[in-house]
């Protein structure tokens, strides 16, 4: 997958998440940290030795039966982010809340894109020049109050359970697939299939101008 990124830290900033592909560009890990504790190297290091290990089909012991119902490939994410979730939680905020973590998972395999996502980014998806469909969203909580302050709606890492939402999409050759933060839902569905960067960054900045954001164009 190819991955073309940009930003804007508006008036009010927002952590920045950050992105890295895996397994020669087939699994993409996007990591939005929260608070003191920089815990971002381990998590990308326990979700991308979980995927691999599972992807090629290495026996390793795991604490998490898979779920029937779920495509293999969904399992994988699925397992990573419990365990990575687990081992958040009891290394940093077991005793006292020092970290949590947005995160997006992206799996492509034969046509097939397997997703994960907790929090934001929103996944947007443009497949065969169809108009851009909203596959995944967790709003901002502070867009739900009426909040300047940027605040979660969901973080990983803060308790032993976590929820997240995941699922599998078709994705062909020329699919595009866009990782959006922002403090709203960007009018994105009425807007051209094939826009380019610099039109996709004037959209999310807004009217004024002054609107942070985040954006992540994945093309297959």
């Not at 443009?126 to 973080?155: F, I």
């Not at 994705?171 to 697939?177: A, L, N, Q, S, V």
Request: hydrophobic share 35%; aromatic share 8%.
């Amino acid at each position: 997958m190819k991955v073309t990124s940009a930003s804007y830290p508006g008036q009010i900033r927002r952590p920045t998440p950050l992105v890295r592909s895996e397994i020669n560009g087939e699994l993409l890990i996007c990591v939005t940290h929260w608070g003191q504790s920089d815990a971002t190297e381990r998590i990308f290091q326990d979700i991308s030795q979980s995927i691999s290990s599972s992807v090629s089909d290495i026996e390793v012991t795991r604490a998490y039966d898979q779920n029937t119902s779920l495509p293999a490939e969904v399992n994988y994410l699925r397992v990573a982010t419990l365990q990575c979730n687990q081992s958040i939680f009891r290394l940093y905020n077991k005793s006292e809340i020092k970290v949590g973590f947005e995160l997006t998972l992206l799996l492509h395999h034969e046509n097939k894109l397997s997703w994960l996502s907790c929090g934001q980014p929103q996944m947007w998806l443009s497949s065969r020049h169809r108009p851009w469909n909203l596959v995944a969203t967790d709003l901002e909580l502070s867009a739900e109050l009426g909040e300047a302050t940027p605040l979660p709606q969901r973080l990983l890492g803060l308790d032993p359970h976590c929820h997240f939402h995941c699922g599998q999409i078709q994705f062909f050759p020329g699919d595009r697939m866009l990782l959006v933060n922002h403090p709203r839902v960007p009018p994105l569905q009425s807007a051209s299939t094939i826009l380019t960067m610099d039109e996709i960054k004037s959209l999310l900045a807004g009217d004024d101008g002054q609107t942070s954001y985040w954006v992540s164009l994945v093309e297959s």
